[in-house]
Nanobody, 126 residues
Framework: VNLVESGGGLVQAGASLRLSCTAS????????MAWFRQAPGKEREFVAG????????DYLDSVKGRFTISRDNANYTVSLQMNNLQPEDAAVYYC????????????????????WGQGTQVTVSS
């Protein structure tokens, strides 16, 4: 699976951005998908995940109520709508794909993901 992110940019605090990740490969609908982020000097952290059919989602506590993950299996895309962005949200955001043993499980550990995009930068000014 090849993953390509888009949609990053520079915004002011309180603004919104929508990140998109487009996947190649017919097996896309079998994968659990997630967004991670990594700020300078920090470890990569789980932000949001969605299972294969979009019926289950999981979020980092600090983004609950502000970020929404969704997927469109027909168009091989997964999106992250980010509202009310704050300076602490600034990071490189990565899309990742995982083929879990349990199709309903959403993995939060980065090392368990099989495929990664190249990342897209999100910068938030205060």
């Amino acid at each position: 699976v090849n993953l390509v992110e888009s949609g990053g940019g520079l915004v002011q605090a309180g603004a919104s951005l929508r990140l998109s990740c487009t996947a190649s490969g017919r097996a896309f609908r079998s994968y659990g998908m997630a967004w991670f982020r990594q700020a300078p000097g920090k470890e990569r952290e789980f932000v949001a995940g969605i299972n294969w059919d979009g019926q289950r989602t999981d979020y980092l506590d600090s983004v609950k109520g502000r970020f929404t993950i969704s997927r469109d299996n027909a168009n091989y895309t997964v999106s992250l709508q980010m509202n009310n962005l704050q300076p602490e949200d600034a990071a490189v955001y990565y899309c990742a794909a995982d083929l879990p043993a349990d199709a309903e499980y959403i993995e939060r550990t980065a090392s368990k993901y099989d495929y990664w995009g190249q990342g897209t930068q999100v910068t938030v000014s205060s």
